[in-house]
C-alpha cells in the first residue's frame, strides 16, 4: 500500500510563446507519444493558410460567427491577436481531465493570462525561440503573410517575450525532440508536488504490522483494528 494517494485529475497545460516559435510543432509532437495527453483545438477568425486542417488546427469561422459566439458563452477564453480572434471552447476540457487526461491549450498570452486568473492551478509553460535571428528565419520560411504582417507579427513577438515572467516554465525551442523531453519532465515534476496529494495513509493495520515486525515482535493471532 502507497503512503500517498495522488490526485488522478490531468493538468491543464497552457503553451504560449511568439508567432513562428513553433508551438503546434511542439505539442503535436508531445501528445503523438503520450496516450494521456489532449490539444483543446481552438476556434479563429483568421484565414485558412494552405498548410491548415479544418478541425485539427484551429476551427475556422468568421468573424461575425466568433462574436456570436462570445455573446452565447461559447469560449473559456478569448483574444484579439494581430486582427484576428482566437477562443477556447469550454467543451470537453473538464471532461478530459477528470478522466486524468492532461489538456493542452496553445494559446496567445492575452488568453492564457484569463486561464491564469481562472485557474490558477494550470501549469503555464512559454517556449522561446534560440533568437530573434531564427525567429524572424521562420517567420519567413511559412511563405504565408504579406512583408507588412510579418513586421507586424515580430514586433508583437518582441513585446510579448517581455511577458515571459508571468509563466511558471520557459523553454527554448531549438531542437524539437529535447524541447518535448523539457515538457516531459515538467510535467512529470508538476505531478509529483504536494498540493496534488489527496491523502496520505499512516496509523492504518499495514503500518501497525510493519512496526511489529521491525520491532521483531511477535505477530498476533487475532486482527487487530487500528482507527485511521
Not at 35 to 57: K, L, Q
Not at 196 to 224: A, C, F, G, T, W
Request: with cysteine; proline share 3%; aromatic share 8%.
Amino acid at each position: 500500500m502507497s503512503l500517498i494517494k495522488s490526485k488522478e485529475r490531468g493538468s491543464l497545460v497552457v503553451i504560449s510563446g511568439p508567432s513562428g516559435v513553433g508551438k503546434d510543432t511542439v505539442v503535436n509532437e508531445y501528445v503523438k507519444n503520450h496516450d494521456n495527453a489532449w490539444i483543446s483545438v481552438s476556434t479563429t477568425s483568421r484565414a485558412m493558410r494552405p498548410n491548415d486542417v479544418e478541425g485539427e488546427t484551429y476551427n475556422f469561422v468568421t468573424k461575425e460567427k466568433f462574436e456570436k459566439l462570445i455573446e452565447e458563452g461559447y469560449f473559456l477564453e478569448y483574444a484579439d491577436y494581430v486582427g484576428n480572434y482566437y477562443g477556447t471552447p469550454k467543451k470537453f476540457i473538464n471532461e478530459k481531465l477528470e478522466k486524468g487526461i492532461d489538456v493542452f491549450l496553445v494559446i496567445e498570452i492575452q488568453g492564457a493570462m484569463k486561464i491564469k486568473d481562472l485557474i490558477p492551478e494550470a501549469v503555464f509553460i512559454f517556449l522561446l525561440p534560440p533568437n530573434l535571428s531564427t525567429l524572424k528565419k521562420r517567420l519567413k520560411s511559412r511563405g504565408t503573410d504579406s512583408k507588412e504582417k510579418i513586421i507586424e507579427r515580430f514586433r508583437t513577438a518582441y513585446r510579448e517575450i517581455n511577458e515571459v515572467t508571468k509563466y511558471n516554465y520557459v523553454v527554448i525551442n531549438d531542437e524539437l525532440s529535447e524541447t518535448v523531453k523539457k515538457i516531459e519532465a515538467i510535467l512529470v515534476s508538476e505531478k509529483c508536488r504536494c498540493d496534488r496529494i489527496e491523502e496520505v495513509s499512516l496509523n492504518n493495520e499495514e503500518e501497525y504490522m510493519h512496526m511489529m515486525l521491525l520491532e521483531d515482535k511477535e505477530m498476533p493471532n487475532k486482527v487487530i483494528e487500528i482507527d485511521e
